[in-house]
């Protein structure tokens, strides 16, 4: 079998999802990619967690999405995956939820602004919304306009993606990426956790403004690019949960 | 023992239910059908779901409700569901719970409307909330009631109980169906996923309204029908968790 | 040792607590009585539940409070079990918690209105708020006015214990009671569940209003008295959870 | 190793945090303090909690934070826990989490009001939060800055640290402290229910306040100082979880 370690990191991921409470059934998958060979690996579609074995993930090429090894259907997903990986050369690992609060934001059509320092470790700015698909988009190639959309709108407010991992799909639910499979889902679970004190923050005092540019500068830096000083300097080649 | 695979089919959708976490102590109940032989398979009333067993499920009969075989009572909730199985013929599995978001829903007599693709992955439209029973209605037949005012607001409204499977019972809680108890459980699960987050993207953006009728037709087509696109070919004669 | 069953029911039901999630660290205690002996069993005080044996449950006399056996000091909400064992006759079980949702109604001073057939189910009618405390009554035998200040709620308001087993302490949290222990935690995990329907209902609807009085009567009733016919006919002498 | 039962007693905090579903990932911290050796000790920087280990546990020196034993990186936020340690003598533990409603109460720049016992039993009084830092504090020495705010605001309102065991870090989240890291660890729990326990009321009651004075005080002295009677007085050398 070709490609096992990456077939295993993804299978890690998807079942990280289970165990961080992200997804329900079915819902949800993650993806990784090796870049040299142009080779995606992402869940079979609509197949159960609890059966889900590393062999079952699904190899598809990045160029068009074609099976390149694996016996199942790829994630109904995949086109949207694909288009993120051409288009954020960064981007290792793809993660998609319907995580209930991060999923309510995405319905909602707002962005999640950046209220605190847990979302500022990970997300430098507020975590963005597409606009509506049109119906042609949505009748042709809905999965790939996906993940145009989300392109888009990191283009057009000139976010770079590896400073903002995240983005809300207008009503549908969050699609997160990173350098690995691992920190994907690592964006997913903090994400959640990041929009779920946003909707009580805003309960408790609805005009709670975001946190002031130098406290989000901070946080940001503290954890990524080249003055971050969390974490063990051992550990810059892994991620860092 | 007859029906064994029956019975063992509506306890396993039971313990679903607790798996789920949609149930406390002994609230819900799961039924099946074998329509061949005219037979539903019930859990028993009251019942705690720890001691449940396979053996302790209820066989009634469809056309009036008598026990068949069993030693326990049926769940009181017993002749709603032989009303939906009468009506719906299409319908092989009937669940029912208190879970805590739909509820609140059918306490607020308020349908769910489709705010996003989880809702459309599963409810081809808005959840519909049935009208009050009359006080004749309670006083006699009361659960047998209960049954019809779901299909006469799905009869008023035209909802064809393939495409929305899944009713609200005003002041009370929700009922879902499938094409077997796998799948009624399946969409019970779905249904408090999506009451849950409309709570939540109500309370970020009072004024959401639903999403397009394109996206809403695109979601559902893709999980149900000749155009069906998710989950694995050969899964077809499967529930798709 | 005298007593052992009583013990052993008492320590299930404080065990239960935590099972359900009603309590983090020492938080909450069940009781039970034999009322023959005129004795109460109770959780000693502040003693965590992970290290809690049946034998750490303390006996003390219904009439004046002293420990009858045990070796810890009983609860310091001991008091306020014993002037509800004292004033209302039938209860055989007394349980308090400072579970989240309860709590939260008891913190905002508002009976919980019967707003569906979970809450109709258990409690026959509004949940009772007590009113404050005076400054002497704090003062001095503050636990077992707190009893007392439940009794006179439910003497002015004309209701039954039997029919509404629970009430909110303003500013503290829910008491429930029961025939047995085990009732007396089941209507506490109910009251739970109840309170937090509630207030998502009041956030769908704020306007929400109580359930029809003929479907109140109707599910406490098909619980409760002669005319009952939920759960088993051989189960009548066990506590149906 | 030296300080063997320092470093198991802060690594069973920081094991404690997980257990009590207060962070996620590897955020948090928990340290502890041996007074006579002028020692903290405290969780390492970024490290999941699943592998931490005693002996990962770092230990730094009172007096200017250098590494006295350990191979890993100390938490980032270990200047914050050195000033709390130095301006607040009594303090033998303190606790950082994100967790999620204190969190929400952080960012939204509001104090929790004391709205009821459970509130009453930890906290005399509402539970502060902090200034924004300035620029200038954010950029220099953050993290010592971020313990300052804390004690200036405790100075400020002339609150005893002993009275009120925690702080809410503007923007950011909450610090508790206690007599032991276990007891820091107690405060971190029951802050967050207290939190969460607020946010539901203030939805049912937008107008709720405090809880009368004579009760606060006669909760929170039933379990603090000479009167105290909560609790087995042959645990007054342990900690009361």
């Not at 509506?132 to 959309?149: F, K, N, P, S």
């Not at 923050?201 to 003055?227: C, N, Q, V, Y």
Request: contains cysteine; glycine residues 8%; hydrophobic residues 40%.
């Amino acid at each position: 079998m070709r490609h096992a370690e990456l077939r295993e990191r993804v299978f890690e991921a998807n079942l990280g999802l289970v165990e961080a409470g992200l997804v329900v059934l079915s819902f949800g998958n993650a993806s990784g990619i090796d870049r040299d060979a142009r080779i995606v690996a992402i869940k079979p579609s609509g197949v159960d967690y609890a059966t889900l074995r590393p062999e079952d993930i699904v190899l598809v090429s990045l160029d068009d999405g074609r099976v390149v090894e694996g016996t199942g259907r790829p994630s109904s997903d995949t086109p949207t995956h694909l288009v993120l990986y051409r288009s954020f050369p960064e981007v290792g690992g793809v993660v998609h939820t319907h995580s209930v609060h991060a999923a309510a934001w995405a319905q909602a059509r707002r962005e999640i602004p950046c209220l605190g320092t847990t979302h500022a470790d990970h997300f430098h700015g507020p975590v963005p919304v597409t606009r509506w698909l049109t119906d042609a988009e949505i009748q042709t190639d809905y999965e790939a306009h996906t993940g145009r959309v989300i392109v888009e709108r990191f283009a057009e407010a000139g976010i770079d993606p590896t400073d903002v991992p995240a983005c809300l799909d207008a009503g549908h639910g969050p699609f997160t990426w990173g350098a690995t499979p691992h920190e994907a889902l690592v964006n997913a679970i903090v994400l959640e956790q990041v929009a779920r004190q946003a909707i009580h923050t805003l309960a408790i005092e609805p005009g709670t403004g975001p946190i002031p540019p130098s406290l989000l500068d901070k946080h940001f830096r503290r954890k990524h690019g080249p003055a971050a000083y969390y974490g063990q300097p051992a550990s810059v080649d892994q991620p860092r949960p």
